[in-house]
């Protein structure tokens, strides 16, 4: 199997979980089951943790497979030839402090 098909395999499993689970959310909420006790919030509680990690894992994998479909960079002994070197940026005066001189701090009677 080539690499863009194990991909697409896995980003098929992973929308139809989420799907799924997406499903079941809203089962949860149309048939009042979350309104009647704790099985309704657990249930939606695993449904919203199953939507998470799977969008996650999608989210890497779709990630992943773009960046083995970009274009291989140029060999190494062109790219030092081909590209161009960067220029020194000219010189600039020293900034200035942003308060040149501190006013003097007028002593307490303490001191």
């Known amino acids: 199997m080539s690499l863009k098909s194990d991909t ?7 929308g139809s979980i989420i799907l ?6 809203v089962w949860d909420i ?8 704790v099985d309704g919030i657990f249930l939606l509680l695993i449904c919203l943790s199953m939507v998470g990690v799977f969008t996650l894992a999608l989210l890497a994998t779709l990630k992943d497979a773009r960046a083995l479909l970009q274009p291989a960079s140029a060999p190494a002994g ?4 081909s590209k161009p070197t960067a220029k020194p ?4 005066a020293p900034a200035s402090p942003a308060n040149p001189s501190p006013s003097p701090v007028p002593k307490t009677e303490g001191e």
């Open 20 to 25: 799924l689970s997406l499903f079941g959310i």
């Open 89 to 92: 940026a000219a010189a600039s």
């Open 78 to 81: 062109q790219s030092a030839q």
């Open 8 to 14: 697409l395999e896995l980003a098929a499993l992973y």
């Open 30 to 37: 149309w048939s009042r089951l979350l309104t009647n006790g």
